[in-house]
Each structure stands twice: as structure tokens, then as C-alpha cells.
């Protein structure tokens, strides 16, 4: 079977088509499988992390769902993948906790593949246990080869053995793979891949690999195929937008983006303080398809410690850079990421912490306790936080967040709102998003959904507001 994936045609044809060649050869072995067994096969597609790996989901369920394959939420499918994080420590644990229930699973269906990709993948590590202790994984890649999910069911369905290929690094960028989105009516792109940031508690960037960006116009030419496909929103994505260099400028890119008929609004994520132009504030003030809600992660309000976080800002300056946002965009939604027990963290640093908080008072903040990740260098630093003070300082770090953020601002305004779902635990209620990325629920009907619908926010409820259609 070698022979198929190694003639020189097969090479010859260039991404994607070559995936394209193997998306249909697995068609026709997944067609005859279905003939055989009667019934037809199923795939759930698992994803743990960030925004980034929620949009490669969506490419591994297009190439699945070309192939044949019927998705399902349920873990017991013939088609397994879970596509992991790892950027807290405890992760991994966590995964082989699944794994061991994945192996009950397969031992009660034979059909089943378990397959294994993203960030975790790319420590040498874990290939090396799942090599020894966990052999009834069948297929497993990286975070630089998703595209090539055929090839790889291809290999494996005319093998028989596991299949395990992980790049340390790849250039390429293969485009225009298909993708299921999760929303017909919002998409996530992809304007870069990458990081060369080195925050010194972060894993991103030996399991991203360094930052590439895209063309711009392969990404104009993907946002007016979703604008054709129904799509309204878009969300920009990389791990720093603003150091997005593909010939033009990420301020540029989004005044393109914004010609593109048909999407009314733009978001994305996620912005490094350190490189947030004032180019940007201007484009961001004055394109209107650009949400006026901006994500900007802070990690600490201490000096020093972000300086041995390596964010190149000081608390000064991001204060300065949020009254500069402010000013340009009085009605601005600022929301942002902050780590608590940071190595050397003193009460004092947490207490700058608690006081930037009060000062910017973000509308919504995603906070963690430091996590020591293993091969970065914040993991080897000296005076690590002890577990009973991060516990202390935690819950005062919430209070501080719920205290200052101004959500009630919005209270009794109509804001137009993106419908998303029915709700989950009334079901006559629809739940959407404002142009702040506010969640809002009120009465309405499924064929709302995807709609904009102006809507009065009547009460805040902490993070979220109830409202009523007018
Ligand atoms: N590129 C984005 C963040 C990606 S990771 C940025 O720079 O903002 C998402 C968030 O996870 C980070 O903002 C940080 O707050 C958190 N994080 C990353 N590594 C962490 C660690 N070792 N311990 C705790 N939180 C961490
Ligand atoms: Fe991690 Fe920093 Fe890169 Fe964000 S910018 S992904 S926190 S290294
Ligand atoms: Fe996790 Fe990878 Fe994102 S480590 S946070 S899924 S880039």
C-alpha cells in the first residue's frame, strides 16, 4: 500500500489537492465500511484550549465530514479525536484520565479509531508514553500537520498500525481545507500561526512554533466565502494580532477586511499591549464593523513581575495605552487575562494587581492560578508562590474583578444582539452576544437564530444580562 502514498504523481500534486486525493480515497473506504456494517459511521471531535484549537476543530470535522463520517456529541464514536491543550501542567493528567475511558470504549467497539492531536503532541514526552502505556491509540499529529487528518486516516486504514507524525516545525500554510463551523452565521479565521513572544510562563511557542503570518488575500478571499456562505461575524485570530506582518500592517488588514460586503462584524484575539498601535485605536474608532470590545491581557499590575514575565509593558505604560483606548472609544468593552502566584509575586506585586483591576475595571476578566509548566522558564525561577497564599489571594483577585467591572452601565440600553442558541435552561429563551461580547438572553424563537435583533438589556445578572426584544 506504501506504493499508493509514495508514487511520484502523489507527490507531484501540491497541498491541498493532495489532500484532496486522499480525502477521496478515504470516501470510498469509508463508503464500502458503511456497506459492510450496515450502518453508517460516526465521529465526535473533542477539543480542549483556546479559540485557536476550537477553529482547527472545525477544519478536522470538515475533512471528517467529507470523508464520510456522520458527527456525533458522544464520545462512544467509530472516530475519536481529541485535539489537546497543554498550557497548564495539570493537562496531561487530565488526558490520561480520558484515556483510560477511551480504552473501555474501544474494547466494547472494535470499529472505534482513537486518534490524538494539537498542542500536547508536540512534547517529545507524552509521544513517549502514549508509545508505551497507552497502545491502543491509533492515530496521533501536531499542531502543524491537522491538514493533513486524510493522509493520515488514509495510512492507517490501509496499515493497520498506529500512526504517529509530529513535526517539530512547519512553514507551510496549507489553505482552503474544508471546515464545519460550529455557527453557520460566525467564524472564527486564521490571519497567523505562532508565537515569538517567550512569556516566560508560557508553552505556546515551542508547541506553536514561531509566528507566520497569512496573505492577505487568502484571508480577504476566505472572509467573502463565508460573507457568501451566511456568515455575519468574523473573529481575527492569533496569538498576537498586532504582530501580524503579512506585507501589510493588522490595522490594514482589518480596514480590508471591513470592505468585505455582507460581514457586519469584526472581533479579534488576541492583542498583545506591547505592540497595540495607535493605528489600531484609530481603525478600531472608526471602521464600524469593528466591535468595540477589545481583549487585552494584562497577567499582572505588577512591574516586576511582568517584567520577569517577559511582556515588555510596565503597569504604567498599560494604563497610559488603556487611557489612550478610552479616550478614542468612550464606550469601549476592555477585557483581559491576569495569573495569580506568579514566581516572586510578593503581596505587594498583588496588591498592584488588585489595583490595575480597580483602575481599568474590565468587564470581564479570565483569571488563573500560575501553573508551573514544565520547560518554560518560569518553571525553574526561584521563590515559587506556596499553594495557601495563591489560595488567599485568588478569591480577593474575583471580588476585585466583580467589583470594578461597570457591566450595569449598559443596563435599560438597547444593543443589537446576535442570536446564537436557544437557551440551555429555558428553552423559551434565545441567547446572543452584543457588539461588547455581552450574553444576553430574552424571549424569542429558534428562527431568530443567526439574526440581529435589537434588544433591550433590563437587568444585569453579574456577567450577563436578561432583556427584551423591541
Ligand atoms: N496569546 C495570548 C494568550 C494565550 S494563552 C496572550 O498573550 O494574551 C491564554 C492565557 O493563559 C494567557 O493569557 C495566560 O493568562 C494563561 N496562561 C498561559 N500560561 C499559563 C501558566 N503557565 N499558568 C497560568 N496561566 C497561564
Ligand atoms: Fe503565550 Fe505570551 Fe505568546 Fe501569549 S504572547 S501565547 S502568553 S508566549
Ligand atoms: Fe492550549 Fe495550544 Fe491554545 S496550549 S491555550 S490550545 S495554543
Known sequence: MDNILNTKSDIELMEPDRQFHF?????????????????????????????????????????????????????????????????RENANLKLYGHLGHLKNLKAKNPEMIVCLCGCMMQEPQVIENIRKKYRFVDIVFGTHNIYKLAELIFKYKTGGKT????????????????????????????????????????IVPYVRGREKSRKPEEIIAEAEALARAGVKEIMLLGQNVNSYDGGISFPELLKRVCKVD???????MTSHPKDLSDELIEVMASEEKVCKHLHLPVQSGSTAILNKMNRRYTKESYLELVNKIKKAMPDISLTTDIIVGFPGETEEDFEDTLDIVKKVGYDQAYTFIYSKRTGTPAATMENQVPDDVIKERFPKLLKAVNENNHIDRYTGQV???????????????????????????????????????????????????MGTRV
Do not use: W
Request: with cysteine; proline share 1%.
Open 23 to 87: 480525502i477521496n480515497l478515504c470516501k470510498k473506504l469509508v463508503l464500502e465500511r458503511k456497506a459492510e456494517l450496515g450502518r453508517n459511521l460516526t465521529y465526535c471531535v473533542v477539543t480542549f484550549g483556546c479559540q485557536m484549537n476550537a477553529h482547527d476543530s472545525e477544519k478536522l470535522k470538515g475533512i471528517l465530514e467529507e470523508i464520510g463520517y456522520e458527527e456525533v456529541e458522544d464520545e462512544n464514536a467509530d472516530f475519536i479525536i481529541y485535539n489537546t491543550c497543554t498550557v
Open 415 to 465: 444593543k443589537e444582539v446576535l442570536v446564537e442558541e436557544i437557551n440551555g435552561q429555558d428553552t423559551s429563551l434565545v441567547s446572543g452576544r452584543t457588539e461588547e461580547s455581552l450574553t444576553v438572553h430574552f424571549k424569542g424563537e429558534a428562527d431568530l437564530i443567526g439574526q440581529f435583533v435589537n434588544v433591550r438589556l433590563d437587568e444585569c445578572k453579574g456577567f450577563y444580562f
Open 262 to 268: 455582507g460581514i457586519k462584524r469584526i472581533r479579534f
Open 163 to 202: 500512526i504517529i507524525e509530529v513535526l517539530e516545525k512547519n512553514d507551510a500554510i496549507v489553505e482552503a481545507l474544508p471546515q464545519k463551523r460550529k455557527y453557520s452565521f460566525k467564524s472564527g479565521i486564521n490571519i497567523m500561526f505562532g508565537c515569538n513572544n517567550f512569556c516566560t510562563y508560557c
